[in-house]
């Protein structure tokens, strides 16, 4: 009888235990506004991104409390409870004014948080606040500071191997902040900081989840309807489901998880932003520099001069072995590898493409003679975030079919819109004759230039492919200038363009075309000075011997750092004529304007100078890259060779493709070949 009523009690117990996790947790998605931005006007209300998203929350969470399937509402961004004393305003918005509301017909339509528009349209309802005001303080610095240190360090990584000028007043700018901390090497702390901030505004996020779900805990009984935004949900859904609780997350419309992928792209990039001692470049992934033969050496002398070597040594990292810059392993005349310094550490590139001379290029050779040199090649991955329309199997096959192998770093996945864009670009005609081997999804070692995505190695004809800083910006762009604009149309009027331009950029480069002459036709000039020394020169690949450099460029008689001054007063310009309320008259005294019909088409810094973008007068090589692209950019996209269209792709891409004439493109393309393949564009 004893154990019968101590099993009864068990038995109750469990049953209250369960009966206390009865009840549904809603959790809403929701894309919210700042809020101080100022909503009271309902027209212009409307127009915002996030209208569709808000106004479906409100018809949803007021369904569930007209069925009587909530009783409570739990909101983020304020503490305590929204109550009839509730006073305080949100996008221009007080309960108070809401009240006087709730019975138009356009109600639903009001921009103003849905838990206050909810509470004044149902005073009886219980609506919490779920938040916490210091940590949601302390989330906005921490993002603050993310912001903060990684705009240095890019801006230092950008400008240490390119302007010494600049980097230097980053540097001093920098240390002028963090005296003690940035001195020794401000780079590798602004990397730190960044990745510390980005940690500190995850674990925040965290902590303010412990505020909701202690609520949701007691009050589970109520049937809560949350509305919180998205970088919060899958932790606090992860919580509540430890808990056994019933959770139903909900996607209203509208909602767009551009702040989490943004996030995401920001961590992966940190990640592989790593500052390291030595890194070996142009190698087989997986490559194991301690399993590495020296089997014949090139004497000092022959490959340095006194002052070179005196330089180099002073730089060469103790951990490496010095056999590495003399080894010449097939005796072929030309060196293993060549040493340089990037933004992250000393690169050891690989200067010989065949070190065994065994016919099978290093980027695909595990083997070193008979000797394992590194870890089997990784199949690749794959994504399709892009709505590329094609099957990946067919896209690999037709590049295979032309002859290109597609390999990956380990975790870096390649974009299938890319790859399809990229298949077609090689079937047109302008390319023939291009002897690119490789594309490599990776990460980039140098400093290319701001907003590359792509970079194309000539001694290895390998085409680079950075996914990480293609994704980052895809994100980043469509936060901050084209919320609202539906994603697809998104990547196919601007990331599509975007692509084929950069992609059309270094395919021109795997062109064997000398351009020197075109571009001194166009306006280049230069001045070759000869090399003094031998590294630069001596045992090296063909394609990388440096005899001469050239010095005193200038195009149409300015060099590129007049043009960036330049370039940068007129957006300075463009950005007052857009602010002022007095454009037309601004509009009739700047230079660069080409009419007044419509004020985006009407200001041009490259119709005006007759150049597609300021990246082509940087060099004659970049310039002629530039050309190139910008005349198989126009056959592609038809409507580009209307000066309006150009105008609008200079302020959307900075990239001017009608600087190069139908005249022009018939000099630097034979016009009358037959045009094929296809690039999807809407």
Same mark, same amino acid.
């Given at each position: 009888?004893?154990?019968?009523?101590?099993?009864?009690?068990?038995? #109750?117990?469990?049953?209250?235990?369960?009966?206390?996790?009865?009840?549904?947790?809603?959790?809403?998605?929701?894309?919210?506004?700042?809020?101080?931005?100022?909503?009271?006007?309902?027209?212009?209300?409307?127009?915002?991104?996030?209208?569709?998203?808000?106004?479906?929350?409100?018809?949803?969470?007021?369904?569930?409390?007209?069925?009587?399937?909530?009783?409570?509402?739990?909101?983020?961004?304020?503490?305590?409870?929204?109550?009839?004393?509730?006073?305080?305003?949100?996008?221009?918005?007080?309960?108070?004014?809401?009240?006087?509301?709730?019975?138009?017909?356009?109600?639903?339509?009001?921009?103003?948080?849905?838990?206050?528009?909810?509470?004044?349209?149902?005073?009886?309802?219980?609506?919490?606040?779920?938040?916490?005001?210091?940590?949601?303080?302390?989330?906005?610095?921490?993002?603050?500071?993310?912001?903060?240190?990684?705009?240095?360090?890019?801006?230092?990584?950008?400008?240490?191997?390119?302007?010494? +000028?600049?980097?230097?007043?980053?540097?001093?700018?920098?240390?002028?902040?963090?005296?003690?901390?940035?001195?020794?090497?401000?780079?590798?702390?602004?990397?730190?900081?960044?990745?510390?901030?980005?940690?500190?505004?995850?674990?925040?996020?965290?902590?303010?989840?412990?505020?909701?779900?202690?609520?949701?805990?007691?009050?589970?009984?109520?049937?809560?309807?949350?509305?919180?935004?998205?970088?919060?949900?899958?932790?606090?859904?992860?919580?509540?489901?430890?808990?056994?609780?019933?959770?139903?997350?909900?996607?209203?419309?509208?909602?767009?998880?551009? +702040?989490?992928?943004?996030?995401?792209?920001?961590?992966?990039?940190?990640?592989?932003?790593?500052?390291?001692?030595?890194?070996?470049?142009?190698?087989?992934?997986?490559?194991?520099?301690?399993?590495?033969?020296?089997?014949?050496?090139?004497?000092?002398?022959?490959?340095?001069?006194?002052?070179?070597? +005196?330089?180099?040594?002073?730089?060469?990292?103790?951990?490496?072995? +010095?056999?590495?810059?003399?080894?010449?392993y097939d005796d072929d005349g030309i060196r293993d590898f060549t040493f340089s310094r990037s933004s992250r550490g000393t690169v050891m590139t690989a200067e010989d493409t065949d070190w065994d001379n065994d016919g099978v290029d290093n980027l695909v050779d595990m083997t070193l003679g008979d000797t394992k040199i590194s870890k089997e090649i990784p199949i690749g991955q794959y994504v399709n975030n892009y709505f590329s329309s094609k099957k990946k199997e067919k896209i690999l096959k037709s590049l295979?079919?032309?002859?290109?192998?597609? #390999?990956?770093?380990?975790?870096?996945?390649?974009?299938?819109?890319?790859?399809?864009?990229?298949?077609?670009?090689?079937?047109?005609?302008?390319?023939?004759?291009?002897?690119?081997?490789?594309?490599?999804?990776?990460?980039?070692?140098?400093?290319?230039?701001?907003?590359?995505?792509?970079?194309?190695?000539?001694?290895?004809?390998?085409?680079?492919?950075?996914?990480?800083?293609?994704?980052?910006?895809?994100?980043?762009?469509?936060?901050?200038?084209?919320?609202?604009?539906?994603?697809?149309?998104?990547?196919?009027?601007?990331?599509?363009?975007?692509?084929?331009?950069?992609?059309?950029?270094?395919?021109?480069?795997?062109?064997?075309?000398?351009?020197?002459?075109?571009?001194?036709?166009?306006?280049?000039?230069?001045?070759?000075?000869?090399?003094?020394?031998?590294?630069?020169?001596?045992?090296?690949?063909?394609?990388?011997?440096?005899?001469?450099?050239?010095?005193?460029?200038?195009?149409?008689?300015?060099?590129?750092?007049?043009?960036?001054?330049?370039?940068?007063?007129?957006?300075?310009?463009?950005?007052?004529?857009?602010?002022?309320?007095?454009?037309?008259?601004?509009?009739?005294?700047?230079?660069?304007?080409?009419?007044?019909?419509?004020?985006?088409?009407?200001?041009?810094?490259?119709?005006?100078?007759?150049?597609?973008?300021?990246?082509?007068? #940087?060099?004659?090589?970049?310039?002629?890259?530039?050309?190139?692209?910008?005349?198989?950019?126009?056959?592609?996209?038809?409507?580009?060779?209307?000066?309006?269209?150009?105008?609008?792709?200079?302020?959307?891409?900075?990239?001017?493709?009608?600087?190069?004439?139908?005249?022009?493109?018939?000099?630097?393309?034979?016009?009358?070949?037959?045009?094929?393949?296809?690039?999807?564009?809407?």
């Amino acid at each position: 009888m004893k154990n019968l009523r101590r099993a009864f009690v068990l038995c #109750l117990l469990s049953f209250l235990s369960c009966s206390k996790n009865k009840g549904t947790v809603f959790i809403f998605k929701q894309w919210h506004l700042s809020p101080n931005q100022d909503t009271t006007s309902k027209e212009l209300a409307k127009e915002l991104p996030q209208f569709i998203n808000q106004k479906d929350i409100f018809l949803k969470t007021k369904a569930l409390v007209e069925s009587h399937k909530t009783d409570l509402i739990i909101a983020e961004g304020c503490e305590g409870e929204i109550n009839k004393d509730f006073s305080e305003s949100f996008n221009g918005w007080t309960l108070k004014k809401l009240k006087k509301e709730r019975n138009s017909s356009d109600f639903a339509d009001i921009m103003a948080p849905v838990p206050m528009k909810l509470k004044a349209m149902f005073p009886k309802l219980e609506v919490l606040c779920g938040d916490n005001m210091r940590l949601i303080e302390e989330n906005l610095r921490a993002m603050s500071n993310v912001r903060g240190f990684y705009g240095f360090y890019q801006g230092l990584k950008d400008s240490q191997q390119t302007n010494k +000028e600049r980097y230097e007043a980053y540097v001093k700018q920098f240390v002028s902040l963090y005296p003690q901390k940035a001195k020794k090497n401000p780079m590798q702390f602004a990397l730190d900081q960044t990745k510390n901030a980005l940690l500190q505004f995850e674990k925040l996020i965290k902590k303010r989840n412990e505020f909701f779900f202690d609520i949701i805990k007691k009050q589970i009984h109520k049937n809560p309807v949350v509305i919180i935004g998205g970088l919060h949900v899958e932790d606090l859904t992860q919580r509540l489901n430890e808990k056994s609780y019933d959770v139903k997350e909900i996607i209203p419309k509208g909602y767009k998880n551009d +702040e989490q992928l943004l996030l995401l792209s920001m961590k992966e990039i940190l990640n592989a932003e790593s500052i390291v001692d030595v890194i070996f470049y142009q190698v087989p992934e997986g490559f194991d520099k301690d399993k590495f033969l020296f089997k014949n050496k090139i004497k000092k002398s022959e490959l340095f001069s006194n002052n070179e070597w +005196e330089t180099l040594k002073k730089q060469f990292p103790e951990t490496l072995s +010095e056999q590495f810059l003399f080894s010449d392993y097939d005796d072929d005349g030309i060196r293993d590898f060549t040493f340089s310094r990037s933004s992250r550490g000393t690169v050891m590139t690989a200067e010989d493409t065949d070190w065994d001379n065994d016919g099978v290029d290093n980027l695909v050779d595990m083997t070193l003679g008979d000797t394992k040199i590194s870890k089997e090649i990784p199949i690749g991955q794959y994504v399709n975030n892009y709505f590329s329309s094609k099957k990946k199997e067919k896209i690999l096959k037709s590049l295979s079919e032309q002859k290109i192998t597609v #390999l990956a770093k380990e975790g870096y996945p390649h974009e299938i819109l890319v790859l399809e864009i990229l298949d077609n670009l090689l079937k047109r005609k302008e390319f023939d004759g291009h002897r690119m081997k490789y594309i490599k999804a990776s990460s980039p070692f140098f400093t290319y230039g701001e907003n590359s995505f792509f970079a194309y190695i000539k001694h290895t004809n390998s085409m680079e492919y950075y996914p990480q800083q293609l994704s980052h910006y895809v994100n980043s762009e469509y936060q901050k200038r084209f919320k609202g604009v539906k994603f697809e149309d998104y990547i196919q009027k601007f990331i599509v363009p975007l692509i084929v331009h950069s992609l059309a950029h270094e395919l021109a480069h795997a062109l064997e075309k000398n351009y020197e002459d075109l571009s001194k036709q166009f306006g280049w000039q230069w001045k070759d000075s000869a090399y003094q020394g031998k590294y630069l020169t001596k045992y090296r690949h063909r394609e990388k011997e440096i005899k001469s450099h050239k010095t005193n460029m200038t195009f149409k008689n300015k060099p590129f750092q007049s043009w960036k001054a330049e370039y940068r007063s007129y957006t300075k310009t463009v950005n007052k004529i857009l602010k002022s309320k007095q454009r037309d008259q601004l509009l009739k005294t700047f230079k660069y304007s080409t009419g007044l019909t419509e004020l985006e088409q009407s200001m041009s810094f490259f119709a005006y100078h007759k150049i597609p973008s300021l990246y082509a007068t #940087l060099n004659p090589a970049e310039w002629y890259a530039e050309s190139f692209s910008a005349c198989v950019f126009q056959r592609i996209f038809k409507e580009s060779q209307q000066k309006s269209r150009s105008i609008e792709l200079e302020h959307l891409l900075g990239f001017y493709p009608l600087a190069m004439t139908p005249l022009n493109c018939k000099t630097f393309i034979d016009s009358t070949s037959q045009v094929t393949g296809e690039v999807k564009s809407n």
